[in-house]
């Protein structure tokens, strides 16, 4: 009923940068929240950064500063922009979507398939 396909990841060297995108399409309703998620080899999905209809933002920690996220609701599209990238950063990054389709009643969440980002020392 509803995809997230990310595209924009990559290999890229430490304190270079790279630009996520995740696009929502289906029998959409509305979206509430949207989000970057990372989980790397051994670890657990971590949160990256989330952002509201309104545009409200929140960033982890480790991020802020370097990660950039933004939406266009016209287009059910949500972005990380992130920039001086350490290796640190790597794993596989996942977008996710609080959405109410067309035919649902509750806003339920969603996941995209994952991209790879990869920053060599």
């Known amino acids: 009923q509803v995809q997230l396909v990310e595209s924009g990841g990559g290999l890229v060297q430490a304190g270079g940068s790279l630009t996520l995108s995740c696009a929502a399409s289906g029998r959409i309703f509305s979206i509430n929240a949207m989000g970057w998620y990372r989980q790397a080899p051994g670890k657990q999905r971590e949160l990256v950064a989330t952002?509201?209809?309104?545009?409200?933002?929140n960033y982890a920690d480790s991020v802020k500063g370097r990660f950039t996220i933004s939406r266009d609701n016209a287009k059910n599209t949500v972005y990380l922009q992130m920039n001086s990238l350490k290796p640190e950063d790597t794993a596989v990054y996942f977008c996710n979507a609080d959405v109410k389709s067309r035919s649902g009643t509750y806003y339920r969440d969603y996941w995209g398939q994952g991209t790879q980002v990869t920053v060599s020392s």
């Open positions: 952002i509201t209809s309104d545009g409200s933002t």
